[in-house]
Nanobody
Framework: QVQLAESGGGLVQPGGSLRLSCVVS????????MAWYRQVPGKQRELVAS???????DYVDSVKGRFTISKDNTKSMVYLQMSSLKPEDTAVYYC????????WGKGVLVTVSS
């Protein structure tokens, strides 16, 4: 059974930092493309960052220089380090894995507000 479980969300002030974590089981993690998406109510889910099986990373323009995606193949975990957070980063963040199929976590809420 494939499971993706996010953690690390919460309330943070503008300019602050958070680190999201996602633990993955049931897939060949090392061969999967991992990504973080986010969604605001009423809007489409947006790809925030991705990391390939070889470690190549990509980011949406709005988070470049502020967010960093990384992974630990030994722990089957993917992370999203978020810095210089802005109110517009407020969203539910989802962990995503692309292997034989596409898999999603349940999401974690990040709220950036003073």
């Amino acid at each position: 059974q494939v499971q993706l479980a996010e953690s690390g969300g919460g309330l943070v002030q503008p300019g602050g930092s958070l680190r999201l974590s996602c633990v993955v089981s049931g897939i060949d993690f090392g061969r999967s493309v991992m990504a973080w998406y986010r969604q605001v109510p009423g809007k489409q889910r947006e790809l925030v960052a991705s990391i390939s099986s070889t470690g190549s990373v990509d980011y949406v323009d709005s988070v470049k220089g502020r967010f960093t995606i990384s992974k630990d193949n030994t722990k089957s975990m993917v992370y999203l380090q978020m810095s210089s957070l802005k109110p517009e980063d407020t969203a539910v963040y989802y962990c995503n894995a692309i292997g034989a199929r596409i898999y999603w976590g349940k999401g974690v809420l990040v709220t950036v507000s003073s």
